[in-house]
């Protein structure tokens, strides 16, 4: 499962040999997700392995990034407790206003198959609006 996020790189970590044949690089970013007129911040560790930890060198602490990711989950046993751990191994960072430059130009290149001009206008309400009732 391929995932992307926008954000600012808050801290870069310098390179871990973790063993003779496993490195990674971890980094933070800052995510800010406006939600009904409030801005709530979030943090997210994520990590770089092998040779993509070089991948974050051309970026500086304070850059807004696009960063895709994948979601690795591991689980392990000990003394019979059974524990989780989760990563969100980093495989691309761009620019993020190169990246949204890139994605608004294919976008604009798209032909407009629908073309729903006089259609009135979606309403998507909120899950705390929506009316699930059958009748």
């Known amino acids: 499962m391929s995932l992307e996020v926008t954000g600012k790189l808050l801290v870069k970590y310098d390179t871990q040999q973790v063993s003779e044949r496993f490195k990674k690089r971890e980094f933070v970013l800052e995510l800010a997700e406006e939600i009904n007129g409030n801005t ?13 930890c070089d991948l974050l060198d051309r970026y500086n602490e304070g850059d807004m990034v696009k960063v895709s ?26 620019n993020a206003a190169q990246a949204q430059g890139n994605s608004m130009g294919a976008a604009q290149a798209m032909p407009a198959y629908n073309d729903n001009s006089n259609a009135a206008p979606f309403y998507n309400p909120s899950p705390e609006n929506a009316d699930d009732l059958p009748f």
């Open 40 to 52: 709530y911040t979030n943090y997210a560790k994520m990590q770089l392995v092998q040779n993509k």
């Open 69 to 94: 990711f994948n979601i690795k989950g591991n689980r392990w046993e000990r003394d019979g407790k059974v524990n989780f751990i989760t990563n969100l191994d980093a495989w691309r960072i761009e």
